[in-house]
């Protein structure tokens, strides 16, 4: 298993303003994704984080609006920048050891609410 | 593009009822399929995992099988308790990332 911790885990932020996410891991992994759960919905992949490279977006998501860092293998960043109400969700990071055909394991997440 | 759909949305039993949950999927190529519990204000605890390859996965009181050829997965939980009590979602793997379906929210009164 893979211990995940994120910080903060909620924050009230003012609309125009940026937030930063920090996702900690207990161990190595090679896989690491950002995720969002709005209100009453599934959680949507928002990018991979790659480790030393620029992370992989999914549709949707562009590199200006989720800035995400991973300088190593146990540690990531995500921002959530200009934010709108509708930014309003919980984010969650997860984790994966290998890339594929393995137990996927997520953080508590991070409430945020845009005022 | 994979979708998952999960039902029922809600469900309600008195506890110690075997209940059954419905995971269906649009993309039958898929590495795995994953179910997960989620409590109110909690992140995800992961359940069970099936490989592609495999038909079921049992830990405890759960059950999960898998069809692929159909595209359905079903979790089943014996002899509910009030503490099973939560959201459950399930997701189809592909190469890298899950797809997740929208989940059902299960409650067990005593």
């Known amino acids: 298993s893979a211990v995940i911790s994120q910080k903060p885990s909620r924050d009230i932020c003012q609309r125009g303003t940026s937030l930063t996410i920090q996702c900690q891991v207990d161990?190595?992994?090679?896989?690491m994704f950002w995720y969002r759960q709005q209100p009453g919905q599934s959680l949507t992949l928002i990018a991979t984080a790659n480790q030393g490279s620029e992370a992989t977006y999914e549709s949707g998501f562009v590199i200006d609006k989720f800035p995400i860092s991973r300088p190593n293998l146990t540690f990531s960043t995500l921002t959530v920048s200009n934010m709108s109400p509708e930014d309003s969700s919980i984010y969650l990071c997860?984790?994966?050891?290998?890339?594929?055909?393995?137990?996927?394991?997520f953080g508590p997440g991070t409430r945020l609410l845009v005022l | 593009k994979q979708e998952v759909t999960q039902i029922p949305a809600a469900l309600s039993v008195p506890e110690g009822e075997n209940l059954v949950l419905n995971c269906s999927f649009t993309d039958s190529a898929i590495y795995n399929l994953q179910w997960f519990r989620q409590d109110p204000g909690k992140g995800l605890t992961s359940l069970l995992l099936i490989q592609s390859s495999q038909r079921e996965q049992t830990s405890g009181r759960l059950n999960a099988s898998l069809d692929k050829s159909s595209g359905r997965s079903t979790l089943y939980i014996a002899a509910s308790q009030p503490g099973d009590s939560a959201t459950y979602l399930c997701a189809a793997g592909g190469y890298s990332t899950l797809t997740f379906g929208k989940g059902t929210m299960l409650l067990v009164s005593p």
């Open positions: 997860s984790v994966r050891r290998e890339r594929q055909q393995e137990t996927q394991y």
């Open positions: 161990s190595q992994v090679t896989m």
